[in-house]
């Protein structure tokens, strides 16, 4: 089956600094690629859809500049939080569904925790 | 917007017990309607889905109906395993395959040998 990796799988940084998670599918293609976050114990909210070869989509609230994604192949998407603060301490998921068929069906990455000290 | 609410958890039960997870909606337009699951330390796998009213999704021994009536999607399995042990999620998609979507806060389910 379709397969969708992160990259790393947690991370740890100071306050001030910036981190970039990479997604990427394993044995698809996708042109669009899904930004997720999830608190404990919350629902997974979507942050903004990732285009291949143009500029992404952001939900409502989310700030572009902070959370910069750049989905420069078909096989990799890339979320950067930029001068990360500790309430953007949580668990950072992707998704990414293949090219073909009139249907894109989601698959998921396994997340990344990401721990802003 | 869209939302979606399901029963907070955990939830536990026994080995062969008859599971319900509900699962409500509101959304604009005809969305399609999902269940997801994640095991510990995996991420998330469509478990079924339903794409218009009165389809029944079905997978591993769950089912779901999408009623619009009721605007529900509620998670039924006859007789749960161990292995069934897992964290839930109902989701819905309003527009097409290019949309993103909306999950409730997920259940977390226990299942005692």
């Known amino acids: 089956g379709a397969v969708v990796s992160q990259h790393p799988s947690w991370v740890i940084c100071k306050s001030g600094t910036s981190v970039k998670i990479e997604c990427r599918s394993l044995d698809f293609q996708a042109t669009t690629m899904f930004w997720y976050r999830q608190f404990p114990k919350q629902s997974l909210m979507l942050m903004a859809t990732?285009?291949?070869?143009?500029?992404?989509?952001?939900e409502q609230g989310v700030e572009k500049d902070k959370f910069l994604i750049n989905h420069a192949s078909l096989t990799l998407s890339t979320l950067t939080v930029t001068s990360a603060h500790p309430e953007d301490s949580s668990f950072y998921i992707c998704?990414?569904?293949?090219?073909?068929?009139?249907?894109?069906?989601?698959?998921f990455g396994p997340g990344t925790r990401l721990t802003v000290t | 917007g869209d939302s979606v609410t399901q029963m907070e958890g955990p939830v536990t039960l026994s080995e062969e017990a008859f599971l319900t997870i509900n699962c409500t909606y509101t959304a604009t337009g005809y969305p399609s309607l999902f269940w997801y699951v994640q095991y510990p330390g995996e991420g998330l796998q469509l478990l079924l889905k339903?794409?218009?009213?009165?389809d029944k999704g079905s997978n591993k021994g769950f089912e779901a109906t999408y009623r619009k009536e009721t605007t529900s999607f509620h998670l039924e399995k006859g007789s749960v395993q161990v292995s069934d042990s897992a964290v839930y999620f109902c989701a819905l998609r309003s527009g097409g395959g290019a949309d993103g979507l909306t999950f409730g806060k997920g259940t977390h389910l226990i299942i005692q040998p």
């Open positions: 998704s990414a569904g293949p090219q073909t068929g009139s249907w894109n069906e989601q698959y």
């Open positions: 990732s285009n291949e070869g143009s500029k992404a989509t952001y």
């Open positions: 339903a794409t218009k009213a009165d």
